[in-house]
């Protein structure tokens, strides 16, 4: 299937492997990614707290450029953070039309215009919900038996609930578990699979931002998780990154838990190799926790 | 009719023994509420389980629990759907437990004034008239009312305040509670001290800017407030109309991510950091604050560097959108940032549009009232339907 | 052991009010309240409050609505004060804080309501209970260190010295199940009603009549206590309010055959004719097989326009959208008369005094008389705040003549001597639940819209049956941390004496007049029954008086809609 694809800003900049990974495995599950290279940054949730009219600009002026890449079946992203942005604008711009045709009046100048309806899917669910669970298992080569993954959802993915359209045909505060399960894996749940990694306050209380995410390293780690997996770069940011300043945080000097972007896990499990993957760019690096060979069982099946 | 089992965490504090967990069986119709059986469990089976309710439909906000996890009122929640998330995924049985961050007295009863109180208190929680008092009534712009309106919904119940996630690590954070309150009165026009009370929140570590904006807050309130939302509000004036530049580099921050995004199109992480504490400018890396900041996360960037994770010309030069996109994005900017008054539609208050229904004309939104609290809701078009959940974008 | 110049029982509306007013004047005060008190019934007040604010109204207008909707039981010197003071208090609450709704040029603006002939009711949006309450608690807060808040205290009992005089109370601190004595110049009574007699009620949990049974058993006499309010809009199955603002909006009643019908009993106010009017329409439509199966009339709210329901009737939705199932802005909502307000209660004098020295009463639990025979939606909350502040301000005043009084020696001992005997019943007799129950069912069944001799008489035994019964009921908590047990059985103690207190009124009043309207007397009477009827608890059980009702202005004519 063809999507307009969003990659958002991190995964170009400090989560390279990301990047990487997505563009490795998309050929995979006969996914064709076409990079909207013109859009911007969604904000974050930042902007909107600055000024909403600008967020739901910028934004809707993405969704424009989404809604002309021909014969794209719906935008997808790559991060919870982006997703939970775009909804929240989404949602006024759909909401609204005089509101809308304010907006679009902003994108005049460019010739743009957003039409409301945009379908806009994080990963995650493109995975569920377009490609589906059962067609997953089947393109798996390389099930990731033994290999116990705790699932991180990030904030911006799993609420408001309403806008984010989890409800009982969709759970999709559930999806990750499914996939990790349905790529071979066991799920280990701890209290930190639904909270937050504290990225947003980072620069404002570094301590509660590095508390929370120590504390969710730990509870994964205390609960014999090999790998945490996470669909938002900056949530990875957080638990990565930062993960030296998050165990100095909670008081851990034993903290080593590698945190596997979405696409890696996927990756693995399609036949894909760590280094492939951009495993190694990582500050807590998979292959000094996880002994791949035993982790995760032989070599791809033959095809 | 149908049975369903109630599963309560019960504590004695006078046996001196843990806490523990008891299972009922009741008997009632799968619309009735979660309190209506709690209420069913102690007047037939066990007149001890404690729970604090009074007017049994969701505007007294006693009966602040969390069922199967989640923080809400009891008597607003449906047995049948409580059931469907419950532990036992046999569709029967319905965990309840007190609400969380607050310390448990007995049962189901917490104790608010220890902490939901403590923090509302702490933010001035009464009008400080503005000079002079009319002889007759303010004269108050019909919007703004409706604004506050949101935040007045509060019943204070406590469920917001039971699943803060930056209380969790933060007991000290003033809370979402706290914060719709003092939107409350920084949003009213007959208030004297919106400055003062935005100062103080934006200044204090564990205020507005310890919010981890995680969504938690928005989910539990059983009233709509949105919590998150004014807090964001109350951030987006102390910033935009009152230029509070706080110690914590709320403000700064905000300032750094609006800025990186005009300038490139993109977040430029590597200058995230330093703006964030030094101000929006290139020489911010050497001010005092970011460096002490930057030598802290010595060790993450060496790491990152070492592994190839962040190039090190990208790190100093940023990635950028094409040039002709940037400028688009800057004329966005310099259109809506130019505007006189911010702009903002609030779907509380204008509700959702009907699919059927075309728009109908706008209403001139009302002039504000003087004193630097421009907030003016969008023009509503006529009837909207009520915020439900098969209304949102599934998309 | 807390000694204070004015103590105050209940902070709903008028005990807080009530508590602002006498610290304004000076008094130390102390306000005691069984739960916190913004979870006080007063939160659940929906449409609005009543004034002649508005300069082609005036108080004269207000004051002839506020009687002829009292059936002309409404003692008129009452009236007229209150209806004077009301635009005084409006300004107040609005300085104070409250958030109430602007018209287009940003002053105070009205919405229409029952048996008002100009639209004089003020309000923000739905919640203008809840906007007030809290308001005056944010006040409370304020004025911490000026008055002593006791929350979560349950009052047990009023305390009287050799003379007569109520010189404080005992209380029962539920967290620790502490029992303590305060003393205090003057008590205000500020509890509120009694509506969980009746199953099903529009009332809290909380309204157990607890401040009626307790100034009934020291001797104060209650008046009109056969006026029991049924609003015309509750949801059938649990009794939850639908506020008398919708009609006020612009929503119509429909029987099941479609028909307007308020236009054969009120042509000219329709759905805004008094309560008991229309209660008394709906009623008769549905015993006249006129109305749905289950009971109900069809409230059709879809007339006013969706965006002004959101706006300004927002808690319906929600009520309509979790409790019915309904979407009120699609669909009419089902509904019928419930129970609702008390317009009886302990007997004042528009200062709040009850004849017992140091005993003053006000809101829901006190009758002044302005209700007389039916309340005016939106009069209640003026009540609750006119007369909280008068029984304040004349209660600080009075405590600078008197001394402070010492409690009986006994009075702790006493207190938890009862307690003791409660914790000691034996078990075997019925369960709590049960006896309010069917004491409720019963009242519901009896002592409803239309009353007459013989169900009066099968409901005063029942109820005297239900009060051999309920010492005898035992109870499972007998900890001391928040033991909701014990009160739920001192609960049971006051409902019970409130409710004989309501039968024997309602006996004794042969005829038909505001809210009690007898089918075996049909008629309003004035030549025998232009008075209040009083119960008073001599020893031996209720004893009935009478007292006369004040008229100035407006002499009793015939009252139609």
Not at chain 3, 190 to 219: E, H, M, V, W
Not at chain 3, 401 to 424: C, N
Request: proline residues 5%.
């Amino acid at each position: 299937m063809k999507v307009a694809y969003w990659p958002g800003c991190v995964s170009r900049g400090f989560t390279p492997e990301l990047h990487g990974s997505m563009a490795a495995v998309a050929p995979l599950l006969d996914i064709e990614l076409v990079e909207l290279d013109r859009a911007c940054c969604t904000g974050a949730g930042v902007i909107a707290e600055h000024n909403q009219e600008l967020a739901d600009t910028l934004n809707a002026r993405t969704f424009a450029l989404a809604q002309q890449v021909q014969g794209a079946e719906l935008m997808m992203n790559i991060c919870s953070t982006c997703q939970g942005a775009q909804g929240e604008c989404q949602e006024r711009l759909d909401a609204n039309s005089e509101y809308r045709e304010a907006i679009n009046g902003n994108l005049a100048a460019e010739g743009l215009s957003y039409e409301k309806g945009l379908t806009n899917k994080n990963l995650l669910w493109l995975l569920v919900e377009e490609i589906g669970l059962e067609s997953l298992k089947q393109k798996v080569k390389r099930p990731l038996t033994n290999l116990k993954v705790g699932p991180f959802y990030g904030c911006y993915i799993v609420r408001p609930r309403d806008r984010l359209g989890i409800d009982d045909e969709h759970p999709r505060d559930a999806y990750l578990h499914w996939v990790i399960e349905a790529l071979g894996g066991t799920v280990i749940d701890y209290a930190g699979v639904h909270k937050c990694c504290g990225f947003p306050i980072v620069t404002m209380n570094k301590q509660a931002s590095l508390r929370q995410a120590g504390r969710h390293l730990s509870d994964a780690q205390d609960a014999e998780a090999d790998c945490l997996v996470v669909p938002c770069p900056l949530c990875h940011l957080n638990l990565d990154l930062q993960q030296p300043g998050a165990a100095k945080a909670v008081g851990r000097d034993d903290l080593a838990m590698p945190v596997l972007h979405l696409p890696q896990l996927l990756g693995l499990a399609l036949g894909l190799e760590p280094k492939q993957l951009g495993m190694s760019k990582h500050v807590v690096k998979p292959t000094s926790v996880i002994d791949w060979s035993s982790a995760v069982v032989g070599a791809p099946a033959a095809a | 009719m149908a049975e369903y089992t109630l599963k309560l965490r019960r504590y004695d504090p006078q046996s001196g023994e843990a806490p523990y967990y008891e299972e009922y069986r009741v008997d009632l119709e799968p619309h009735r509420s979660v309190l209506e059986a709690i209420l069913k469990v102690k007047a037939e089976q066990d007149g001890s389980v404690g729970i604090r309710c009074s007017c049994r439909a969701a505007i007294c906000g006693s009966c602040g629990v969390r069922i199967n996890g989640r923080p809400g009122l009891a008597c607003h929640t449906h047995l049948d759907k409580a059931a469907q998330t419950g532990v036992n995924a046999d569709g029967s049985t319905i965990l309840v437990e007190p609400m969380g961050n607050m310390p448990v007295i007995k049962d189901l009863i917490v104790d608010m004034d220890a902490v939901h109180w403590k923090k509302i208190q702490r933010v001035t929680p009464w009008l400080i008239n503005k000079q002079p008092v009319p002889e007759r009534e303010y004269v108050v712009p019909h919007e703004n009312m409706v604004d506050v309106t949101q935040s007045m919904a509060c019943i204070q119940c406590g469920a917001c305040v039971s699943d803060c996630l930056s209380m969790e690590v933060d007991p000290e954070f003033v809370g979402p509670a706290a914060s719709a309150k003092a939107y409350r009165f920084v949003g009213d026009p007959r208030d004297a001290e919106q400055y003062e009370r935005l100062k103080d929140l934006a200044e204090d570590p564990h205020g507005i800017y310890d919010c981890t904006h995680c969504f938690t807050c928005i989910d539990a309130c059983p009233k709509g407030v949105a919590p998150m939302n004014q807090i964001m509000r109350l951030r987006r004036i102390a910033s935009n109309d009152h230029h509070i530049v706080d110690r914590n580099n709320g403000e700064r921050h905000e300032r750094t991510i609006v800025g990186l995004i005009r300038d490139y199109g993109l977040l430029h992480e590597a200058e995230m950091l330093p703006r964030s504490y030094g101000g929006y400018s290139w020489f911010a890396k050497f001010h005092p604050a970011a460096g002490a900041e930057l030598l802290d996360s010595l060790p993450s960037i060496t790491r990152a560097i070492a592994r190839g994770k962040v190039n090190i010309k990208q790190a100093a030069l940023g990635h950028r959108i094409p040039k002709a996109d940037l400028t688009a994005v800057q004329g966005i900017y310099e259109k809506v940032e130019g505007k006189a008054r911010r702009y903002e539609l609030n779907l509380y208050i204008s509700g959702y549009e009907d699919e059927e229904e075309a728009p109908a004309a706008a209403e001139a939104p009302a002039a504000v009232a003087a004193g630097g609290d421009a907030m003016p809701s969008a023009p509503g078009p006529d009837p909207q339907q009520p915020t439900s959940a098969s209304e949102s974008e599934s998309a | 052991m807390p000694a204070h110049d004015v103590l105050i029982i209940g902070a709903g509306l008028a005990g807080q009010r009530a508590a602002l007013a006498a610290a304004d004047a000076g008094a130390s005060v102390a306000i005691i309240s069984k739960v916190h008190p913004v979870r006080s019934h007063s939160v659940a007040a929906a449409g609005g409050i009543n004034a002649a604010l508005n300069p082609e109204d005036s108080w004269e207008s207000h004051a002839f609505d506020t009687v002829k909707g009292s059936d002309y039981l409404g003692d008129q010197d009452a009236i007229e004060i209150m209806c004077r003071e009301a635009p005084d208090e409006i300004l107040w609450l609005e300085h104070a804080g409250v958030t109430f709704h602007r018209n287009g040029t940003g002053h105070l603006g009205t919405r229409a309501f029952g048996g008002a002939s100009q639209a004089r009711t003020y309000y923000v949006a739905d919640i203008t209970g809840q906007a007030i309450l809290h308001v005056l608690y944010e006040r409370l807060m304020m004025h911490g260190e000026r008055i002593s808040r006791y929350e979560e205290w349950f009052t047990t009992t009023l305390l009287q010295d050799d003379a007569g005089a109520c010189v404080g109370c005992v209380a029962r601190d539920i967290r620790s199940g502490a029992l303590e004595v305060f003393d205090a110049k003057s008590v205000i009574l500020a509890s509120g009603g009694a509506g969980q007699a009746f199953k099903p009620t529009t009332n809290a949990l909380i309204c157990t009549g607890d401040g009626i049974a307790q100034a009934y058993r020291i001797g104060a006499p209650l008046m009109d206590m056969e006026m029991i309010q049924y609003h015309p809009t509750t949801l059938a199955e649990n009794g939850f309010l639908i506020t008398e603002g919708a009609r006020g909006e612009g929503a119509h009643l429909y029987n099941a055959q479609g028909e307007r019908f308020m236009e054969k009993y009120a042509p000219n106010k329709l759905e805004l004719a008094s309560r008991d009017v229309v209660s008394r329409a709906e009623q008769t439509e549905i015993d006249e097989g006129r109305g749905f199966p289950d009971g109900t009339i069809a409230l059709d709210i879809t007339k006013v326009p969706r965006k002004r329901t959101l706006e300004a009737l927002r808690e319906i939705v929600n009520i309509g959208k979790d409790f019915a199932g309904v979407d009120i802005t699609r669909e009419p909502i089902h509904i019928k008369p419930g129970m609702h307000y008390i317009m009886g209660g302990v007997k004042t004098d528009s200062d709040g005094q009850t004849p017992i020295p140091g005993l003053y009463a006000a809101g829901e639990v006190a009758c002044v008389s302005v209700h007389g025979g039916n309340r005016l939606g939106a009069n209640s909350l003026l009540d609750t705040l006119i007369f909280g502040r008068r029984s304040g301000e004349h209660a600080a005043g009075r405590a600078r003549a008197v001394a402070m009084p010492r409690s009986p020696v006994s009075a702790l001992s006493d207190a938890q001597g009862e307690i003791d005997a409660i914790l000691d019943r034996q078990s075997g007799g019925r369960r709590i639940s049960e006896i309010k129950t069917e004491l409720g069912e019963t009242m519901n069944r009896y002592v409803a819209v239309y009353r007459d001799a013989d169900g009066l008489a099968t409901a005063l035994e029942i109820v005297q049956r239900l009060k051999q019964e309920a010492p005898h009921a035992a109870i499972d908590d007998h900890g001391t941390v928040f033991n909701q047990d014990v009160l739920a059985a001192i609960e049971l103690g006051y409902m019970l004496d409130v409710a004989e207190a309501i039968v024997v009124a309602a006996q004794e009043r042969r005829e038909s007049r505001g809210a009690q309207f007898r089918t075996d007397y049909p008629e309003r009477n004035d030549e025998d029954w232009l008075h209040h009827i009083t119960v008073s608890h001599d020893g031996d059980g209720p004893q009935l008086g009478t007292a006369p009702v004040t008229i100035t202005k407006w002499q009793p004519q015939a009252r139609t809609y």
